[in-house]
């Protein structure tokens, strides 16, 4: 019991550090990029149905992350020059 407590602890104070690193958009893509590889890997693992529905909204997620990494590299490019 002791054990899962620490690990809580250690993830939690992980956690914080790359939030204070990075930022709370990069941080909330990469959780959104977790649940679209969960839904693809257990679509294709074990041959769950992906609706049309599904699909749509995995491709406006991807979509939606491909913008902001777009936009985000080109305002530090700006910045940098």
């Known amino acids: ?3 899962s407590k620490v690990l809580h602890s250690k993830k939690l104070t992980l956690v914080s550090s790359i939030i204070q690193r990075a930022g709370v958009v990069p941080m909330s893509i990469a ?7 969960t839904i693809t890997v257990s679509a294709w693992f074990f041959g769950d149905e ?3 529905l599904n699909i749509t909204g995995v ?3 991807v979509c939606g992350a491909s913008i ?3 936009r985000r590299f080109e305002r530090l ?5």
């Open 50 to 52: 992906l609706t049309p």
């Open 68 to 70: 902001n990494q777009i």
């Open 1 to 3: 019991m002791w054990v």
């Open 59 to 61: 491709a406006i997620t």
């Open 31 to 37: 959780g959104i990029a977790k649940e679209v590889t």
């Open 77 to 81: 490019k700006y910045a940098s020059s």
